[in-house]
């Protein structure tokens, strides 16, 4: 008999030890919250210590808000929706491509370890389990990368002005997680804008020109 992938098995339970715990609340363990309907409990070996080689997030959100763009370091994940409908964005490394899935309840979308991604409601509501690889599984948010990464490094980087990055970052003061927060005027302003425009223009050379024409 074959066998495929990795398997964790019980060496981290002694006989002489008992049974250990093996049943917990889990909402006694919030990962973030954003407000009451904004809000994902997170279950891992912490919790749970005879649990290796896998961990679980509830994620609750609606409309408007999101998961940030991050990505896991040690883990793939497996997004299982349980209600509302949700598109989940991944950038796949290997290709340069994005892939966008629109994905409702009975429907799965898998995230390999180390790749861009983020999730955002499509209903009011939306229920999710996700599924880690790793009972200690790590996250690296966009929100760090921007806000602590220095500005002048963008512009090094990639020619971009470090004092208009700067500007443009500062409302980001702590980790998101679950955006936009809701103190965010900035936010609010621009995304009521952009619902409105029905022409969104770029820069090209300086010069303003319509997306559709660039």
């Known amino acids: 008999m074959s066998k495929s992938g990795f398997v964790p098995d019980n060496s981290n339970i002694k ?24 809000i994902a409990y997170q279950l891992t070996s912490t919790q749970l210590p005879a649990m290796l080689g896998g961990a679980f997030v509830d994620l609750y959100m609606t409309k408007g808000h999101m998961r940030e763009p991050h990505w896991h370091p040690n883990a793939w ?25 629109r994905i409702k309840e009975g429907e799965v979308v898998f995230i390999p370890m180390g790749w861009w991604h983020w999730i955002e409601p499509l209903s009011e509501e939306a229920h999710l389990h996700l599924f880690f690889n790793n009972d200690q599984f790590e996250s690296t948010e966009g929100s760090d990368v921007l806000r ?18 700067a500007e443009a970052v500062a409302p980001i003061t702590d980790t998101v997680v679950i955006g936009s927060p809701n103190n965010h005027s900035f936010y609010q302003k621009s ?23 660039k």
């Open 77 to 101: 994940e497996l997004d299982v929706v349980v209600s509302g409908e949700v598109q989940v964005s991944i950038l796949d490394p290997d290709t340069s491509s994005m892939h966008n899935y």
């Open 191 to 213: 995304y009521l804008k952009d619902e409105q425009d029905e022409r969104i223009v770029v820069k090209i050379n300086e010069k303003v020109v319509p997306a559709e024409d």
């Open 15 to 38: 006989k002489s030890s008992g049974t250990p715990n093996l049943s917990v609340n889990y909402k006694q363990n919030v990962l973030f919250k954003r407000n009451d309907q904004n």
């Open 148 to 165: 602590l990464t220095p500005p002048i490094v963008f512009q090094k980087a990639y020619g971009v002005s470090a004092s208009e990055v």
